[in-house]
């Protein structure tokens, strides 16, 4: 029995598979196995599966695509090792990233199931890098979040404080992921901390303080599919909701947060800016926040821009002040 089963699920993704997959092959454990789930593509995935002359690499082939969250079940359901590790087809490992996390598994009790580590983004160009050292300074103003266990690293990830990225991040034992039954296949959206979620009521996750996965900035659904699928997660966790938000923890708050920033990536301004007045927001999301809402001036014409910018202006800015006016009555 291998140690470790990496799962690689894709569609249509022939240009960017080979570097996954090659990614997982050199990894500096060897007692591994790459079950790569065919979710039913029809590029060449088929012929760039049938040249690795590699017995470690499993191919398991859907004969019409069901989409990334069947296709990681899939794996799941294939797997052989002791561990499972998940990789999407457009991301890839540093060669160490295995051993680093099952060096921070070794030692700990049986209540830790599993480990997760930092990420990074392949940004191009100088917009890329400034943008990224933007947002790496201005996240380091907040009080760090707990990153490791099991209760309130749950709140941690419910209030999106913490984002494990399951579908490259993360080395769970197999049997607690058949027993959690996967990923949520309904779920168009926020599969990965919902799994998360999960796999903390069964046991504790660790946690790497490095970037040992590398990932491509990669499209988003449309806002409204976004939308619908954040009520989803929120109700389906709803009194684990309920009772992180009477611990302080700022749930709903967050989400709004999220939602308000695909509005606004789309130009649909005066929505996100309602939604922007009920989020939650601090200096590390400025970076975030701005960069949306550029994109969706983009989309506008200039005479509706204006307008609406005072709105986002206001939103914001009322929001801090009464946060502000509490604190201080406190």
Request: aromatic share 8%; hydrophobic share 40%.
């Amino acid at each position: 029995m291998p140690r470790v089963s990496v799962i690689i699920p894709t569609y249509n993704r022939a240009a960017t598979l080979s570097h996954a997959i090659d990614s997982a092959l050199e990894q500096t454990i060897e007692d591994l196995e790459v079950v790569v789930v065919d979710d039913g593509s029809t590029d060449d995935t088929a012929s760039l599966l049938a040249s690795y002359d590699d017995p470690r690499v499993r191919p398991v082939v859907h004969a019409t695509n069901q989409g990334a969250n069947v296709a990681r079940n899939t794996g799941i359901d294939h797997a052989r090792g002791e561990y499972v590790a998940f990789l999407d087809s457009d991301d890839y490992w540093h060669r160490k990233k295995l051993e680093k996390q099952l060096n921070a598994l070794e030692g700990r009790s049986a209540d830790w199931v599993g480990v997760y580590c930092d990420t990074a983004y392949e940004l191009s160009g100088t917009t890329g890098h400034v943008r990224g050292l933007i947002a790496d300074a201005l996240s380091r103003t907040d009080e760090e979040p707990t990153m490791e266990g099991d209760e309130e690293l749950i709140g941690e990830i419910l209030t999106d404080a913490v984002q494990p990225g399951a579908g490259s991040t993360l080395l769970v034992r197999t049997d607690v992921a058949r027993e959690i039954d996967g990923f949520d296949e309904s779920l168009d959206r926020f599969q990965d901390p919902e799994f998360c979620v999960r796999v903390l009521y069964e046991g504790k996750l660790a946690y790497v303080d490095e970037p040992l996965v590398i990932r491509e900035e990669t499209g988003h659904p449309p806002a409204n599919v976004v939308h619908r699928a954040d009520r989803q997660y929120l109700e389906k966790h709803e009194d684990a909701v309920e009772y992180f938000e009477t611990l302080g923890y700022d749930v709903y708050a967050s989400h709004e947060l999220v939602i308000a920033k695909r509005y606004l990536a789309e130009g649909r301004l005066l929505r996100g800016a309602w939604h922007l007045r009920r989020a939650a927001v601090s200096a590390r999301h400025y970076p975030g926040l701005l960069w949306v809402a550029g994109t969706g001036v983009r989309r506008r014409p200039l005479p509706v821009v204006a307008s609406v910018f005072l709105v986002l202006v206001a939103a914001v800015l009322g929001r801090q002040a009464l946060v502000g006016a509490t604190s201080t009555a406190e």
